[in-house]
């Protein structure tokens, strides 16, 4: 490839970004806003708001990514395996109105964020509604929405440079979206928009390279160009040197995270009761919706109770959650909560009759005046997040019991962790 051909080439990947991230944005403007705004429970402006910072911040997360040979295999894997090839993701409209998008957008949405963000999903989902000033529910369902989409957009423009995993690569190289990042949520990702290492991986040093090319060499100045041109090739040459060694990028992709007391120290603040679920089958609900559950999950058993004619309604009938975890020692919800949380709003939609109560315990260590905030506040994270599904709040309820109503013997440990629940009730079928 001759000089000229080669600067086309690296003048056209260095308007990509920028295209790429108007083009996603424009993508989620109109009745595409209000859509997400809908699904995700908080107004327009918010949603605007939000989605000011998550593009950007999900764009630099898969920069950072794709970076690397092996993470932009795992992308474009991922890209491939969810589908987000075909032409129901070809805009964010389409997405969100094919039946059940926005179910299946926030169902493949968390796997995709752990994909592109690792373990910086949790800390990316508080940042965001710290930023935009809505609520953590309502902050990781907009990116597990979102994503989708910005990976179908990638891949699309990733084919014009060669496709696949080579296409991702060269989309996202010498790009540095971290400009249009807020500063917190560029520290969640953890590339710094100012350090030397950010600007290493993101490529400046080469895009300056390209920007401040010698110009067009006139006829009779040919002088004018030859040692910039000189000096250009001796930096390609630096910068290859230091591309072709796969450790460099390791070090500067992955900073070593902020020490965190390992999970595994502490109990989870909620460990379901989890006897057998059984295998999972599937289950056709009323609308022709199949939704994949466990046995003797708590999908299964509600649906039985809803389905039995001979069974009333009562105040004594309630069923645990045996897949709802929150932070310890918090009433935020963990990611992992998600897909139960989505099975029981498909079937409050297929039972429209239905109204349900929520209910939060605790065990009885510690204050009681505290265990009883905690699980009030737990009970209505739940009900708030059931809302945000597309469950009218008039069919929900909560409340908290703290301490009361054991199920198990709290002078166990595997007593107390049984007795941290969260229970739901049928008050209407």
Known sequence: MDFHASMEVKNMESRMAPNLLRLV?????????????????????????????????????????????????EVFDAIRSNNLDTNQFATAASALTAPNGVIGLTAMGPSLLKT??????????????SFAGINRASSGSLLSLALPIILSMAGRRAAALGGGVTGLMNLFKGQNFLQDVPAGLAGVLGLGGATAAARQVYGEAERNAVAYAPEEPRKSSWWKWVVPLALLAGLIWLLASLFSRPETPKVVVNPPAPTVTPPAVTPPS????????????????????????PTNGVENRLIGFIEDKSRAVDKETWFSF?????????????????????????????????????G???????DPAD?????QNRSVNTMNELASLGIDRSRLAAEGYGEKFPVADNSTEEGRQRNRRIDVRVTKK
């Open 25 to 73: 944005t424009d993508e989620f403007r109109g009745d595409t806003l209000n859509r997400v705004a809908s699904a995700i429970g908080e107004t327009p402006a918010k949603t605007q708001a939000a989605l000011g910072g998550a593009i950007p911040a999900l764009l630099a997360g898969i920069g950072n990514r794709v970076s690397t040979t092996s993470g932009a295999g």
């Open 116 to 129: 592109v963000l690792g373990d910086r999903v949790g800390g990316m989902t508080d940042g965001l509604a």
């Open 270 to 293: 909620v460990t379901p009761p989890r006897a057998d679920l059984g295998a999972f089958i599937d289950k056709v609900l009323p609308n022709g919706l199949s939704l994949r559950i």
């Open 322 to 358: 045996d897949r709802l975890e929150f932070e310890t020692g918090s009433d935020r919800l963990k990611p992992s909560s998600q897909e139960q949380l989505r099975n029981v709003s498909e079937i409050l939609k297929a039972y429209p009759n239905v109204n349900v109560k929520v």
């Open 360 to 366: 939060g315990y605790t065990d009885n260590v510690g």
């Open 371 to 375: 265990n009883q905030r905690l699980s």
